[in-house]
């Protein structure tokens, strides 16, 4: 069975462009999140998504970032435009079920460098 | 508000040596704790688990056991190898949540 997929792996940007990353849960999960790891830090909450809605997106830093889930598949982490504090690390993962203490699956993560 | 507090990196151990990384958390109720690990160039992946007090998660020679009196979930290994340099990472589910808090990671670079 495929795990979480994120793409792509690397990517390496100009302040001010935009940078698109997709992920593709585990199959049959309904649920998927994203985090962020910036340097150094701890890897913090952004959003999460059941199915195609957004249950939560406290997490998410500002307005230059937006997520969708069209039809409940695979997500998107749209950041537009780039800033330099945005570089980081952002993983996605996924779940079966939304309660606490339930496993999650995270990808790889895509490694996100704005200069 | 709930929190996750790892003891900083790096970790340097020789081979064989015993290694123990602090945990500790802030939470209400009765969270799950975590540990994950990220090999260099891959992903975070679960290493073990405890959802309930006293309860010791294991895996790959790995243990940690959910201490409530001291909000502790220390990571223990007794021989590490050098395919252990890793960045581990303690995390915590709050009781009825799915958000997970991460400490900030600990680097272990283990020599031969």
């Known amino acids: 069975e495929a795990g979480v997929t994120q793409f792509p792996s690397h990517s390496v940007i100009e302040k001010g462009q935009t940078v698109t990353l997709r992920c593709d849960p585990i199959?049959?999960?309904?649920?998927l999140y994203w985090y962020r790891r910036v340097m150094g830090k701890e890897i913090k909450f952004l959003l999460h998504f059941v199915k195609e809605s957004k249950q939560d997106e406290s997490g998410m830093p500002n307005n230059r970032f937006l997520a969708e889930r069209t039809g409940g598949t695979y997500s998107t982490l749209k950041v537009q435009p780039a800033e330099l504090e945005d570089s980081g690390v952002y993983f996605c993962?996924?779940?079966?079920?939304?309660?606490?203490?339930?496993?999650?699956?995270f990808g790889e993560g895509s490694w996100l460098t704005v200069v | 508000g709930n929190s996750v507090t790892q003891m900083e990196g790096p970790v340097t151990l020789s081979e064989e040596a015993f290694l123990t990384i602090n945990c500790t958390y802030t939470a209400t109720g009765y969270p799950s704790l975590f540990w994950y690990v990220q090999y260099p160039g891959e992903g975070l992946q679960l290493l073990l688990k405890a959802t309930k007090a006293d309860d010791k998660g294991s895996n790959k020679g790995f243990e940690a056991t959910y201490r409530k009196e001291t909000t502790s979930f220390h990571l223990e290994k007794g021989s590490v190898q050098v395919s252990d340099s890793a960045v581990y990472f303690c995390a915590l589910s709050a009781t009825g949540t799915y958000k997970y808090i991460f400490g900030t990671g600990t680097r272990l670079k283990v020599l031969a």
């Open positions: 199959s049959g999960h309904d649920n």
């Open positions: 993962a996924s779940s079966q079920r939304d309660v606490g203490g339930s496993t999650i699956y």
